[in-house]
Nanobody
Framework: QVQLVESGGGLVQAGGSLRLSCAAS????????MGWFRQAPGKEREFVGA????????YYADSVKGRFTISRDNAKNTLALQMNSLKPEDTAVYYC?????WGLGFRTTSNYDYWGQGTQVTVSS
């Protein structure tokens, strides 16, 4: 089992940057595929990005491609989301998630087995 705790959210002006972190418990973090999702008020939770267990391959939603970067440090059991050139439409609660298996469904919430509690990101215009 994996427990996930996000941090790093906050209020930032449009064009600014934030770095989110996700700390994972457990000895098997390196075996999990990891993802970031976000959920704005009144909207469904949506895919932001994901990376394979070894961190070599990453995938991003078109809306964040070129602005956001996902990385992981398996030695420290941490996942990060570097967010640059933030826009008001990036405002949401951001969640990290862990998947026991890596497959074609990495963009869907049902593919993930464990979730953090979320961290709020607010981008002002």
């Amino acid at each position: 089992q994996v427990q996930l705790v996000e941090s790093g959210g906050g209020l930032v002006q449009a064009g600014g940057s934030l770095r989110l972190s996700c700390a994972a418990s457990g000895r098997t973090f390196s075996s999990y595929a990891m993802g970031w999702f976000r959920q704005a008020p009144g909207k469904e939770r949506e895919f932001v990005g994901a990376l394979t267990p070894n961190g070599v391959t990453t995938y991003y939603a078109d809306s964040v491609k070129g602005r956001f970067t996902i990385s992981r440090d398996n030695a420290k059991n941490t996942l990060a989301l570097q967010m640059n050139s933030l826009k008001p439409e990036d405002t949401a609660v951001y969640y990290c998630a862990a998947a026991k298996t890596w497959g074609l469904g990495f963009r869907t919430t049902s593919n993930y087995d464990y979730w953090g509690q979320g961290t709020q990101v607010t981008v002002s215009s």
